[in-house]
């Protein structure tokens, strides 16, 4: 089992900054891949960044060059720094956690950026 539970989520203007937080209820040194999801209201939910226990990283093409995952695995903690955000960057954002056999969700939080 891992809890995840996700900070950082606000109300910011467009070209301003957010920093994600997603805690986790348990080492994630093992966990293969860490993950930030969102959904837009009427949308499917969308992988937006992702990070395996090696380092390597993806993102999706909409905020490549803008938002940077990490992780610190002495913490727990998987982080989402978002830069230059954009209206179309408003949703609910959830941590996932992705154990190949099982993965686990936060409950999410949301991320409003006004134009």
């Known amino acids: 089992q891992v809890q995840l539970v996700e900070s950082g989520g606000g109300l910011v203007q467009a070209g301003g900054s957010l920093r994600l937080s997603c805690a986790a209820s348990?080492?994630?040194?093992?966990?293969?891949?860490m993950g930030w999801y969102r959904q837009a209201p009427g949308k499917q939910r969308e992988l937006v960044a992702s990070i395996r226990n090696g380092g390597n990283t993806i993102y999706a093409d909409s905020v490549k060059g803008r938002f940077t995952i990490s992780r610190d695995n002495a913490k727990n903690t998987v982080y989402l720094q978002m830069n230059s955000l954009k209206p179309e960057d408003t949703a609910v954002y959830y941590c996932n956690a992705n154990l190949l056999i099982r993965e686990y969700w936060g409950q999410g939080t949301q991320v409003t950026v006004s134009s």
């Open positions: 348990r080492s994630i040194f093992s966990i293969t891949y």
